[in-house]
């Protein structure tokens, strides 16, 4: 046995490797971090633990490895140092942080295949079960010839129907995500504890039986089996965690397989959703969940990166619900003329209608008119929209406000019969297309939190005041934002701000636009044609104090609202979440703001 200087705080050294790392990665996700996540890391470290304990137990007792006398504390668990279950702990801990923080804007209800799991994944899904169950069995041969290479077999024993189980269960899932949220989270935490293991190494903090092991170093200093050690329990802990993902965004994703969905699954209902038929997934609404993610992380980044505050199906709705808002505004802006748009919005209002009477009631199938009328990409955001737990009036007054949008493209020579007129008439139209937004939301969190969360009847109405004034706050910030951008738009520029503020500042609305304008030789305001002319440059001055005054006016609207924020129900990241948007939306506008002021 190879016996090294022992240092009697070695067993110390190799831990204080691991504790400040432990530290640093809690405060780095300490704002990102919800009481699911608890619950996933507390989950998978009683296994990992539960499931090693037996193992660890067993080498050391046939002398294996040791541990010297006078580098552990001396008390045990199945002649197990305390030390040792202790650095398993915290190895699950932090290679789990990485995972989280490294993986939290990933939607897995997404990446759940089902039926839509193609050939190619299936072939490398029998490989990978092949290439296991031959590593078991070749190892379990391996060990019973006691000599060298016995540790290196055992750790495969030990690892290998571990990963064969929850690879069988979710290599597809696996497949899908991207390298970044798989393999770093393995290869960072592997690579850091092979540093920190050939420093305990050399230390004499653990010994490893020289005729069982092969005598091969990876560097000098670390044994091959401590290399494949580390690497393994790294790769079962991601697994692991991805597993655990999969199972809990099937419970999310399918409420007409598993009605009750409480904040912290039971381990009884994981394995409901472990034993469920993949064939009984619908294919539709996995389809649905796609073209959501592809769309919201196209054309609305900021809300798809916030969403990843919330969890379970809160998360799925609040996504479900803005991918229906992003489709309807979608369909009115890039219709291809003014008359199209607007059938489009009377199509959206139709859809409504149907969707808001009952079954028995309507005129035609729901789901044959969204085929006929809609094109087949926007389809599944009609069909994914949660309307049970939405009222209609806020649904009809986002309709509304799109309606204003497209008084910019009606047919005419000037911009005189636009509907922003006064600042009462950019605070109803901002009520229409943000604030309606802030309510659906509201109310969606209203339901998935009632049953453990409740809020009373006249606390959701104050709240749902104050989210209404949160999104004209925030619609503020995005007109100020755009002023140029909305300028631009052909068909129909459009120029949201009021009239009477223009009319104060003696700024023609023409002039605004032609100041906006890509195209220099657009602009012709008295005698010089010059981009760079003074009067030009008087308009984009003035231009400038009206984006102040707009930004002034939402951060007043956002510093009367923030406090009710506070006041959201916390199951599900709700309260959590909400602050995340919001702020990350606001935080816009102080960008602006201090570029205004340089």
């Known amino acids: ?25 809690t405060f780095l996700f300490r704002p990102l971090r919800s009481p699911i ?17 037996p193992w660890d137990s067993y080498l050391i007792r046939t002398g294996i490895w040791s541990y010297p006398p006078n580098v552990i504390a001396g008390y045990t668990l199945c002649d197990i140092p305390l030390e040792e279950i202790f650095f398993f702990a915290i190895q699950t801990y932090n290679t789990s942080l990485i995972y989280l923080l490294l993986g939290k804007v990933i939607f897995h209800p997404a990446h759940i295949q089902g039926s839509l799991e193609s050939g190619t994944a299936k072939s490398i899904g029998r490989f990978g079960q092949s290439a296991l169950l031959a590593i078991f069995f070749l190892s379990l041969q391996a060990a019973k010839v006691e000599g060298r290479g016995t540790y290196l077999a055992l750790i495969l024993v030990w690892a290998s129907p571990v990963l064969f ?13 991207r390298w970044p949220n798989t ?21 004499g903090t653990w010994i490893i039986e020289d005729s069982t092991k092969l005598g091969i170093y990876l560097w000098p200093g670390l044994e091959i089996e401590e290399a494949v050690f580390f690497f393994l329990t790294n790769l079962i802990i991601v697994c692991g965690l991805i597993c655990t993902d999969h199972y809990m965004a099937v419970l999310a994703t399918f409420p007409s397989l598993f009605p009750s969905l409480p904040p912290y699954p039971s381990p009884r209902l994981l394995f409901d959703a472990l034993t469920t038929s993949e064939n009984e997934y619908p294919k539709d609404r996995l389809l649905g969940m796609k073209d959501a993610v592809n769309r919201l992380r196209g054309k609305s980044r900021s809300f798809w990166v916030a969403s990843s505050a919330f969890d379970g199906r809160l ?11 992003r489709v309807a505004d979608d369909l009115i802006d890039e219709a291809p003329s003014y008359p199209a748009a607007v059938e489009a919005l009377r199509s959206l209002r139709h859809f409504l209608d149907l969707a808001y009477t009952p079954v028995a009631k309507r005129p035609e199938d729901i789901s044959s008119y969204v085929r006929r009328t809609f094109p087949a990409e926007y389809q599944s955001a009609f069909f994914l929209l949660p309307t049970e737990y939405l009222p209609r009036e806020p649904l009809d007054e986002l309709l509304e406000g799109f309606g204003t949008d497209l008084t910019f493209s009606k047919p005419r020579n000037d911009y005189a019969n636009v509907e922003i007129k006064t600042e009462a008439d950019l605070n109803l139209y901002a009520r229409r297309v943000a604030g309606t937004v802030a309510e659906l939301c509201l109310h969606l969190v209203f339901n998935h939190c009632q049953e453990t969360d409740g809020v009373p009847e006249d606390i959701q109405q104050q709240l749902i005041a104050k989210g209404i004034e949160m999104g004209v706050a925030l619609q503020y910030v995005n007109i100020a934002r755009d002023i140029e951008v909305d300028a631009r738009m052909r068909p129909g520029a459009r120029v949201y701000l009021p009239r009477t503020w223009l009319d104060e500042s003696a700024i023609d609305v023409k002039d605004l636009v032609r100041s906006c304008d890509y195209d220099s030789l657009s602009w012709s305001v008295g005698s010089n044609d010059s981009p760079l002319s003074p009067s030009k440059r008087e308009v984009e001055a003035k231009i400038e104090t009206l984006r102040g005054r707009l930004l002034k ?11 009710a924020i506070e006041e959201i129900p916390q199951t599900w990241g709700a309260r959590r979440g909400m602050r995340v948007a919001v702020e990350s939306y606001i935080e816009i506008g102080r960008a602006i703001a201090r570029e205004m002021e340089t």
């Open 553 to 563: 006016l939402g951060m007043s609207h956002f510093h009367a609202s923030r406090p």
């Open 183 to 203: 393999l770093l989270p393995i290869a960072f935490p592997t690579g850091y504890l092979w540093i920190v293991d050939t420093l305990a190494l050399r230390r």
């Open 1 to 25: 046995m190879d016996v090294m200087a022992i240092d009697e705080s070695s067993y110390a050294y190799a831990l204080v490797y691991t504790i400040p790392l432990a530290a640093l990665l």
């Open 165 to 177: 189980f929850i690879w069988t269960l979710c290599y597809s899932h696996i497949l899908s995500l």
């Open 37 to 53: 996540d608890n619950y996933k890391m507390i989950f998978l470290t009683v296994i990992a633990v539960t499931y090693t304990i």
């Open 315 to 325: 998360r799925v709705d609040l996504l479900m619900l803005y991918s229906f808002c």
